[in-house]
């Protein structure tokens, strides 16, 4: 069931260092929000925020409200690994458990969550795999070891296992970034498609591709190296690409950047 | 100008295709010239730098000398051994007896021997690997981290202390505290053969199970620091694919930090097993003599290869009895590679974490 997000007066740190910097924006349901800007500005520990995966490093530390359909996911009650089950992510690096088969790596996350029977773990298994348009690829080998898949199979089969649990929402960090031309433009159609069902969220460093799946995108700058990083704006992917309203956000797109 | 420049080219593969093109520019821009003048040194016989030389020499012998020297000391085990099994009277691997006192009638067999040496290992890698995986987990998954790095330290303060210490800590101060419960074992499980009552006296705790326990305290830092190292190398993709899918920090470490540590782990295990089973002094000090033969009980007492040599000294200005012992040691020898290969197979069964 699609969600939608609500980011207010977010503050993000890792340790003394202030990465992010009041970034408030709201992410509609079954909508794709790309989020693009240089190196360092902080859109993936933002991105990382949103399912409190970045409190995972060492000393960081999230100030703020991050509203899924109204519910903070940072009040004490709530419990991280209850907010990781229900926004899926998808890495950089597609990193499939290579000790399992792909079935197996598929399910992960509802075995994790308890689900023991077989047929529905086979049920969930084909259908995130069609969703993830890998079926036809690797029906006939579901055991063997993910492992074993190219890079660009590898990713939708991460894109699997996230789905394959049914999330609120989808966040994927820069997923094509690691992926030749092909792989990219077969993830790229399989998030256009996801979004009828998902709420998703994407870093990208590559703008055309944020043109070409989002609905809406966030620039994030940086005023200077050790400063926070700002959202500077975010509007209608048409609007950011064609009339941005800030001079910076002109500047990065047309390549004029610094 | 450019020829001196190409010709060290074709040592440093990574920068040829860069500088050369930049480096051809010039002549492209004055004339056709045809690419003669390089066309000699690329015949020519690969340049080698005498650093590379000198380096490829040293590890080279490095490693063949290694080779050479286990070579060598198996040979000279053989060579040594072979006089004193020709005088045997008895058969050299099933007998139980060990007589070389006399050394016109040797009368010695390493059963006994082998099993008490494996006996002990056992149970001192039975207690030592979970202790370890713990304490390995520990530190590296739920310790905060100024915690983590002083107990490392501490764990492996333990491979400090000489074995001769652990040895008389084991007969002083374990054997006494050991006795209530080893007493207790024998009374109500005594019907259980390794719990049955052994051929030494079980008040004096010069029992297996004490040397079993001191040899897994000195084994726990070598397991532990190894597992620890392999456990931190987890990649960080994956714990983060884990924990992004709603693991908790137990699921986490069952998913990714075992699956991967697993090879290693085993590995680790069985270099203490290996040192176990060479554990000498602390385990001379410790085992009583034996009146009667090793009967598959943890309250037996009796001699490990590695201590039996050792407290055998004085025998050794005879030819044929230290022939003796050395055919004891060589057989120690050929159980530690033994456990090395299995080692060797199990790590290599689980290759596909890479």
Known sequence: MAKRLDIKDLNLFYGKFHAVENVSLAVPPKNVTAFIGPSGCGKSTVLRSLNRMHEVAPGARVEGKVLLDGEDIYTSTVDPVEVRRTIGMVFQRPNPFPTMSIRDNVVAGLRLSGVKDKKKLDEVAERSLRGANLWNEVKDRLDKPGGGLSGGQQQRLCIARAIAVQPDVLLMDEPCSALDPISTLAIEDLITELKKEYTIVIVTHNMQQAARVSDQTAFFNLLGVGQPGQLIEVDDTEKIFSNPSQKATEDYISGRFG | ?354
């Open chain 2, 1 to 354: 100008m450019n020829d001196p420049v190409v010709a060290k080219r074709p040592a440093r593969p990574g920068d040829t295709g860069a500088e050369r093109g930049v480096a051809a520019a010039p002549h492209a821009s004055e004339a056709p010239i045809p690419p003669t003048p390089e066309a000699p040194v690329t015949t020519k016989a690969p340049h080698v730098r005498p650093g590379d030389r000198i380096f490829r020499g040293l590890a080279t012998g490095s490693g063949v000398f290694i080779v050479v020297l286990i070579g060598a000391i198996g040979l000279f085990l053989i060579l040594q051994a072979i006089p004193s099994l020709g005088l045997d009277n008895v058969n050299f691997l099933t007998s139980r007896e060990w007589n070389t006192t006399d050394p016109t009638n040797l009368r010695f067999g390493i059963l006994d021997l082998t099993l008490v040496t494996v006996v002990v290992a056992l149970v001192a890698l039975l207690i030592a690997m979970p202790i370890a995986l713990g304490i390995a987990l520990f530190l590296t998954q739920y310790a905060p981290r100024n915690l983590a790095r002083p107990f490392a330290y501490v764990i492996d303060l333990l491979a400090a202390v000489p074995s001769i210490v652990f040895g008389l800590w084991g007969l002083f101060v374990l054997g006494p505290v050991l006795f209530p419960l080893s007493e207790w074992l024998i009374g109500n499980l005594g019907w259980i053969p390794i719990f049955a009552k052994g051929n030494v006296n079980v008040q004096l705790g010069g029992t297996i199970f004490t040397a079993g326990i001191v040899v897994a305290v000195m084994i726990l830092p070598i397991i532990t620091a190894v597992s620890r190292e392999v456990f931190e190398r987890t990649p960080t993709m994956h714990v983060e694919g884990a924990i992004a899918l709603g693991a908790t920090k137990w699921e986490v470490v069952r998913t990714t930090v075992l699956p991967f540590g697993k090879a290693g782990y085993v590995s680790a295990s069985m270099l203490g097993l290996g040192r176990a089973l060479g554990e000498t002094i602390a385990v001379a000090i410790i085992l009583s003599t034996a009146t009667a033969s090793f009967g598959w009980s943890l309250f037996d007492g009796g001699s490990t290869f590695a201590s039996k040599i050792a407290l055998a000294a004085p025998e050794f200005n005879d030819a044929r009895s230290a022939g003796a012992y050395i055919a004891a040691g060589l057989v120690l020898f050929v159980l530690t590679f033994v456990v090395n290969a299995i080692a060797r197979s199990i790590v290599a069964g689980h290759k596909e974490y890479e």
